[in-house]
């Protein structure tokens, strides 16, 4: 987790050094038209969401790219992507006649189709519509992206604790009886319940949630087996090993329409 930290830090403090070299670009240019306004405030929301995105998705089991949460690299991928189409939405709003005189030198030497189309392209990165439809779209590609891979997670997530659980009932059923079978010293009654610890250990270790009460109940009868040997009542020992062989059957046989 420290170097998980370590890294989201150091990934943050680039980025960080990045817009500020912007800002620096950006003031020295002067440029303060619609489109290079928007572009400016996207590029500020998508570094906001680098930094809040830890927050948001919270711990998750996706580390993939040098450490590294998916959620992360998603964020700087969107951080950068904004960042580019911005600089080029500047870029085409500057107005000074150096620039203006460039482009004319550049489209002269162009086919007259390709200077066309460049006049085209230069006029639509101008547009106010353009740079917000642009911005919106990379967003916007970005929190459905987002919200798929937080939902798969999470998803993950719950079928992992669901998992754990599963084996952990077999685990605890399995470790009580044999311990259970180890204190007691009647060969018959030790047989019986020998037989339980058979019947619980060689049980699909896969459950459903359907089967949650059954399988508190056969660790609930355990404990109560558990009592009986402590008593020493032969008869209520034989009863409730008769009782939990029959729940783990029932157990066993549920679990088989259920899957």
Sequence with gaps: MLKINK??????????????????????????????????GFIHFAFFMVI???????????????GLTLYLVLSAVYFLLTLTAGVIFILASLQSDNVTLMAQLV??????HYATAGLLAVAILKSVTAALVIQLCISGLYGILLIINVAADRYTTEVLEKRKEQIDYI????????????????KEVKRKVESVYDAVSSSPVKSHMDLIDIETRILKNINELDNEIHAENRENIIFQVDSLLSAVSERNTRLKTLN
């Design 7 to 40: 890294l989201c830090f150091i990934l943050d403090f680039i980025l960080l050094i990045i817009l500020v070299i912007f800002n620096v670009f950006f003031f020295s240019l002067g440029v303060y038209s619609m489109p290079a306004l928007i572009s400016y």
């Design 171 to 186: 685990k605890i059923a399995s470790a009580k009886l044999k311990l259970l079978s180890d204190k007691i010293s009647d």
């Design 52 to 66: 809040i995105t830890p927050f948001l998705t919270g711990k998750s089991e996706k580390v993939h790219f040098f």
């Design 107 to 112: 489209l002269k030497f162009l086919p007259p």
